[in-house]
């Protein structure tokens, strides 16, 4: 399985933008980029996905670099409910198992 | 908005004992899972099922473990002889039979073996 690297933990101010990058240099071409985010005390939750190009929902926007090498999740404005661990996952084309890493822990503050 | 939910929230068991912790999936769901993270650790894959079989299973996913659908609606994971390192929090998950993207996980049931 290919691997992340995150930043153990980043701070944000309420109501910025907050770029949570990932880095995962020996991503495969049928690796597919899947960030999922962890609230204090409950599942994991899917947050965006994607494979080769820039991607947007309502949550938040995927930024993939040109060699897919690394990416990053955009939140456009944190909220205090976006305090969480977000987890960058590689997942093969072949198989639908998430493998988690140790995610960056992403701090709110009002 | 529907959602996974799982019970019991939290199970405590004596060691050698067998637990069952049961999940209701999303309702047109197909593709079930489970998975756990012990305490401070990373979440862990355990075993991916679908049509009445398991897909994909982990290491971790050995003879102690077994899963089942016993009926349209629950999804469960027995263990059968609880060992101490078994505590942890287990998450059930679920997905459509459409693109791989969405996982849905429940809250995850509270795992202690004494």
């Known amino acids: 399985d290919a691997k992340t690297t995150q930043p153990n933990s980043m701070e944000s101010n309420e109501e910025e933008p907050v770029h949570l990058p990932c880095n995962h240099s020996?991503?495969?071409?049928?690796?597919?980029i899947h960030w999922y985010r962890q609230l204090p005390s409950q599942g994991p939750e899917y947050v965006i996905h994607?494979?080769?190009s820039n991607v947007n929902n309502r949550m938040a926007s995927l930024a993939i670099a040109e060699d897919r090498k690394s990416s990053t999740l955009i939140l456009h404005r944190a909220t205090l409910r976006d305090a969480a661990v977000y987890y960058c996952?590689?997942?093969?084309?072949?198989?639908?198992?998430?493998?988690f890493g140790t995610g960056t822990r992403l701090q709110v503050f009002p | 908005e529907p959602e996974v939910t799982q019970t019991p929230s939290h199970q405590v068991t004596q060691m050698g004992q067998e637990v069952i912790l049961r999940c209701v999936p999303i309702?047109?769901?197909?593709?079930f899972y489970w998975y756990r993270q012990i305490l401070g650790q990373k979440v862990e894959f355990l075993v991916s099922?679908?049509?009445?079989?398991?897909?994909?299973k982990s290491e971790i996913f050995d003879d102690q473990f077994s899963v089942e659908r016993p009926d349209g609606s629950n999804f469960t994971l027995k263990i059968r002889s609880t060992k101490l390192e078994d505590s942890a929090m287990y998450f059930c998950?679920?997905?459509?039979?459409?693109?791989?993207?969405?996982?849905?996980f429940g809250p995850g049931t509270r795992l202690l073996v004494l």
């Open positions: 998950a679920s997905r459509t039979s459409g693109g791989k993207e969405t996982q849905y």
């Open positions: 020996t991503i495969s071409g049928t690796d597919y």
């Open positions: 994607g494979l080769t």
């Open positions: 996952i590689l997942r093969r084309g072949n198989t639908d198992k998430l493998i």
């Open positions: 309702s047109n769901h197909l593709y």
């Open positions: 099922f679908y049509n009445n079989e398991i897909s994909e």
